[in-house]
């Protein structure tokens, strides 16, 4: 049966929750070269579902998704789902991705702020798409392996930093976009108030192990407006906003 005969959202609630942080992940190994799965996997999993903003579709299609997975995991890069990359942590899929990138409007001039560096995917991803990319991880090794993997990728306009990204980045603030890829139970305020005027923040808000919401926030002459997008799971964000 053909996916795209159910709406987006029922498509969204059995594809991608189930999928969304797999501990255990046992896709069928692919064929062909990684640029030729990588796109295939741009027209199957994105442009064939709602994801129509070509330069985000573009940099999907131009990171190599395969550099940024352990090892292990390499030959699934470009299956439809989450994967593992150690420390209990993993790589959104590259539908979240996409979309995420995608609700977050980037621009060529602008900065952006990621809070959850993982494996530094999606700040590549965001890379090619912006002017600069600052990115906070909470687990040192994962700081220092994304680090590794934008640098030999060529991501130089990439900065990552080993922290809590609670606070956001307050000596780089304001930023016109902030994404945050680990689940929290509330919006950090210190993270809306490091938006810039005509910014956008996008982020996974609920409870741990449950079902959240991805949320995209808009601020517009100090005015905060919140949209619901649909719902998703990713691992919690952890440090100050747990306290
Ligand atoms: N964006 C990542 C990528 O492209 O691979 C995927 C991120 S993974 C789903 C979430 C990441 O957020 C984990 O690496 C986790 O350690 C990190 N994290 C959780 N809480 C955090 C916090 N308070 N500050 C910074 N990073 C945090």
Redesign the pocket.
């Known amino acids: 049966m053909s996916m795209e005969r159910f709406s987006p959202k029922l498509i969204l609630l059995l594809v991608l929750i189930p999928l969304a942080c797999a501990s255990s992940i046992h896709p069928p190994p692919e064929a062909g070269t990684y640029s030729e799965r990588r796109a295939e996997m741009v027209q199957r999993q994105l442009a064939a579902r709602d994801i129509d903003n070509r330069d985000v579709l573009q940099a999907m299609g131009e990171v190599p998704r395969h550099r940024?997975v352990p090892a292990n995991v390499q030959r699934y890069a470009y299956t439809d789902s989450p994967l593992p990359?150690g420390l209990g942590?993993?790589?959104?899929q590259p539908y979240i991705?996409a979309l995420m990138t995608q609700l977050a409007d980037p621009k060529p001039e602008e900065r952006a702020l990621?809070?959850?560096?993982?494996?530094?995917?999606?700040?590549a991803v965001l890379s090619k798409l912006v002017q600069k990319v600052f990115s906070?991880?909470?687990?040192e090794e994962?700081a220092e392996t994304a680090s590794t993997s934008l640098r030999e990728t060529g991501c130089l306009n990439v900065t990552v930093r080993h922290?809590?990204?609670?606070a956001g980045w307050e000596e780089e603030a304001p930023f016109d976009i902030i994404m945050v890829?680990?689940a929290a139970p509330v919006v950090p305020q210190p993270l809306i108030d490091q938006l810039a005027d005509g910014g956008r923040l996008v982020l996974p808000v609920g409870p741990v192990g449950g079902v959240q919401e991805l949320i995209l926030i808009r601020k517009q002459k100090g005015k905060i407006r919140e949209e619901k997008i649909i719902p998703v799971r990713?691992?919690?964000?952890?440090?100050k906003?747990r306290e």
């Open positions: 940024f990359i942590q993993t790589i959104s991705v990621e809070v959850g560096t993982g494996s530094g995917y999606q700040a906070i991880e909470i687990i994962l922290g809590d990204g609670y890829t680990a990713f691992v919690p964000m952890t440090g906003v």
